[in-house]
């Protein structure tokens, strides 16, 4: 079965045994363009007369079929899948969407590498923050298991509200810090309380410090916060490197390290091709933070000799 045939074919079996829970299923084949490189073949399915909808991954399921699954279980989990999306459809309150008053106290930001993205950031209200870094908006949606759903914010919508990308950057921002903020910890202190592991002493100059918000979701967009980047410097004691070594949390430590910069780009660039999966990768750029400019920009460009 080629996979114009299996998406046919799914679409057809899977609006038939969702439409037995709910009535009227709407259903669209589409290509999801989403960040962090995730695009993929999808099926948009909706309640009729609503708004919000669920999508099934049609790439990864014609994937799992290539790989002996057989179609019975593919469809069994994929009515199960979509069940339980479409029950926890969140709401959406129409003023979140139509009035910015009310949309601001919704927002979030998101960091994110402008070439591991630039297809998708065409179409997407952005920030460029630091040279290969972007943030990104999203409206935060209520949902009734409390896991948050967010809606990425296109440079269409925004227009069409008459809201330039800069106040909503700044608002973003300031609501972003009052509903996930700033935490650092050290990472030996993470490791020993966490994992059990002991607290080697370290120099101070030598401790690597985890960067992230309360959630460890998406946390690595705390180094823009307001004061953020001060707050740190102060904690190091100057100037600090920056690994981005994921989107969710950053790593930081003092320009004071035992280590050059070279190394700690190659240790990065190691880590992202092996450990980190490629949807959570941020960058491969290590960046320096400047405490007497204020400004934050890849290490190579610090450090690149003045003539």
Known sequence: MTFNEFTVLIQKDLVSELNKDFNNICSEITTL???QGQTYTGLSLRRGGSHAGAVYNLSDAFRRYQENEPYGNLLR????????????????????????????????????????????????????????????????????DNCEKTILLKKGFIDS?????????????????????????????????????????????????????????????????????????????????????????CLVCSSRINQSWEILEHMLNEVNSTVVDSEDILSDKLYYYDSASGVIETAMKHMAPVF
């Open 33 to 35: 363009d989403k960040l």
């Open 77 to 144: 989990d994929a009515v199960k899948q979509m069940q339980l999306a479409l029950n926890d459809l969140p709401a959406i309150p129409f003023d979140i969407l139509s009035d910015y008053e009310a949309m601001k106290k919704h927002l979030t930001v998101q960091l994110v590498s402008v070439s591991q993205n630039e297809p998708v950031l065409d179409g997407v209200a952005f920030t460029e923050v630091a040279d290969d870094l972007a943030m990104v908006y999203r409206i935060v949606l209520p949902a009734p």
């Open 161 to 249: 509200l008459g809201i330039p990308v800069d106040k909503l950057h700044q608002d973003a921002l300031q609501n972003a810090a009052l509903m996930h903020p700033f935490n650092i910890m050290s990472l030996p202190g993470y490791m020993a309380s966490h994992c059990g592991l002991p607290e080697d002493p370290l120099p101070s100059e030598d401790i690597l410090w985890i960067v992230t918000n309360n959630d460890m979701r998406l946390g690595a967009s705390v180094l823009f916060y307001p004061g953020v980047p001060q707050r740190i410097s102060e904690q190091l004691g100057g100037d600090y490197y920056i690994i981005p070594s994921s989107i969710h949390e």
